[in-house]
């Protein structure tokens, strides 16, 4: 949940300051998501009205926490991306809420701590399988604490049904807009790529060029990733209404390897040139092209209408002439299945000292809650359980934004309750809280975890409990917080090193693969292996960057992996000028004295740790 990248190529890269109050603070966008601020609001509203009016407050308010829950993984994804994600949200948290339900209605305090202890173990052991599991593991324990903590009146069953109703509401209005844009987050996600592919060209030749050409790769990543189902063989099934979409796509892929070649040439481009990716989304894509602001002034190529000029010179210029003929000529029927590389998650060990980790984690709050807070001590465990997620990015800035974002809520609504009186206020300021959940799930965590402590106080006092917890609550985080990172930090503080290290080397093998079968290797398979090492390269930066921002080790510094990363960046795009220049041309590629070195010499080792040097033969 970070800003969208400067996409100026004449913008210089500055260099990151760690300054701990912007990294708490965050950076706003430009462009906020007002229409899942609009489904937050209604989502957590909605419930309370209804209950309000018919009387059914406790339940409304069980509701209203699903549909909380929902809003707080309700993202921007394809909309059977988002299904499968609220739904499996929803199936656990009411699982959980019914176990943790049937324990404290036996009255017995073994039975809920228990319960708490098999909730945690459960969630720890699926939460590293992948990014659904992890959160269908959180709201499995989610629905534990609360329901081992509040006691619910009436029936067994309408607690969990309620819950399910809430989310199922976050759901449907999620996934409406379906109904009318379908492929509305596929179709932006690919003309992403031709703008980004479009600023690479015009930075060519310019100390700006890398940065730009890393911003296409990241664009292409994101495709990919967003138009995966649809380039398997389940998604040949739909391809009449997809065809235009995967077709454009498999163009992008190959408007990066000329994009790639042309930037590591290194040679400034006519406007002829660089107006490529306009001219082809345009046509690949007509009437879905979105004009940035800056070029406006350029009127947007429309179908039929004659492509750039072609431009003789170089294999990268070639290879975009020659793929404006491609596309200006008869579609090839040529379907390649590009997949995404396999998801290498943690080892067994790794998952059951996450999992045993949990546990006794959430055990300690559950045992401090008792002693403090008995009845009603479930804020201990609950921060656990939002906490503790290493897979969800740093953890220390986890747990600092979490006392943050609690301590701004506290306050917050403190002041608003106290001036706003009455029930229907108070519903109000659920959907204003709510809809700041939403823009903070998408933006910062500190935000989101603003909106969602205030939303929790007012919920709170619906269902009755009047008692005042400002203090407690902040206590009660800030312990909650402490815990998990001794814990962790005691027990496995080098599990963000060994990740990070571990995608690395993975990624720079995926450069190997690409470097030692492309000059034999066919288009579709060259592409794969290209995509394959820039997006595992990609995933290995992140990481890196996720471990950089934890607590180093005493005596064991995290090695310089961003290097190793780089160069084997460098290596691919080595890699794929010589198999452009090598399909266009057989003679030698040659790259202007401003790029940087010849890739003729030979250079191409890594000055990193010797577990990834990456050399030439």
Known sequence: MTPAADSRPDRPRRPSRPWWPRSVLGRLPGSLPWAAAARGAVALALPLLAGLATGWVVLSVIAAIGALWGVSQDGSDPYRVRVRRLGWTGVSSALGLLAGEVALRSGEPAAVAGCLVTGALVAGGVSLHGRIASVSGMHLLLGVTIGSGIPVPGPWWQPPLALLAGVALVLVLSAAPWLWRRHHVERAAVLAVYRSAGDALAATGTDAAEEARLRMTLALNHAHEVMAPHLGPRGRRQRAKTGDLVRAFHYAVRLGEAVTAVVWEGRALPPALTRVPRHLAGRLLPGHLAVPEDRAARPAPVAGSPGPAPVAG????????ELVTAVDGEPDGADPELRLPAHDGPGRAARVRYA??????????????????????????????????????????????????????????????????????????????????????????????????????????????????????????????????????????????????????????????????????????????????????????????????????????????????????????????????????????????????????????????????????
């Not at 984690?361 to 906490?387: D, I």
């Open 356 to 617: 045993l980790l949990l546990a006794g984690c959430v055990l300690a709050a559950h045992v401090l809650a008792e002693v403090l807070h008995h009845p009603r001590g479930y804020w201990l465990p609950m921060t656990v359980a939002f906490v503790y997620k290493p897979d969800f990015g740093p953890l220390f800035p986890r747990a600092l934004h979490r006392c943050v974002g609690t301590i701004v809520g506290v306050a917050a609504i403190g002041a608003v309750s106290a001036a706003a009186p009455g029930t229907y206020a108070v519903v109000g300021v659920v959907a204003v809280f709510g809809a700041l959940m939403a823009i903070g799930v998408r933006h910062h965590y500190a935000l989101a975890t603003l909106g969602l402590t205030a939303v929790v106080f007012v919920l709170l006092d619906l269902l009755g409990d009047h008692r005042p917890l400002y203090g407690t609550r902040v206590v009660d985080t800030a312990v909650a917080s402490a815990l998990v990172l001794v814990a962790h930090f005691a027990v496995w503080p080098d599990s963000s090193a060994h990740r990070a290290e571990a995608q690395t080397e993975a990624a720079v093998a995926a450069a190997r693969r690409y470097r030692d079968a492309a000059p034999e290797a066919g288009t579709v398979q060259r592409q794969a292996l290209r995509r394959a090492a820039y997006h595992q390269l990609a995933e290995a930066r992140r990481t890196v960057a996720h471990a950089r921002r934890e607590p180093a080790r005493r005596g064991r510094p995290l090695p310089g992996l961003e290097s190793a990363i780089t160069a084997a960046e460098q290596l691919c795009d080595q890699v794929t000028g010589h198999a452009v220049a090598g399909a266009a041309n057989p003679g030698p590629i040659e790259r202007s004295q401003s790029g940087g070195a010849d890739p003729k010499s030979g250079a191409g080792v890594i000055h990193a740790p010797a577990a990834w040097v990456v050399s030439d033969p």
């Open 314 to 321: 170089s294999p990268g210029r070639r290879a975009l002439a």
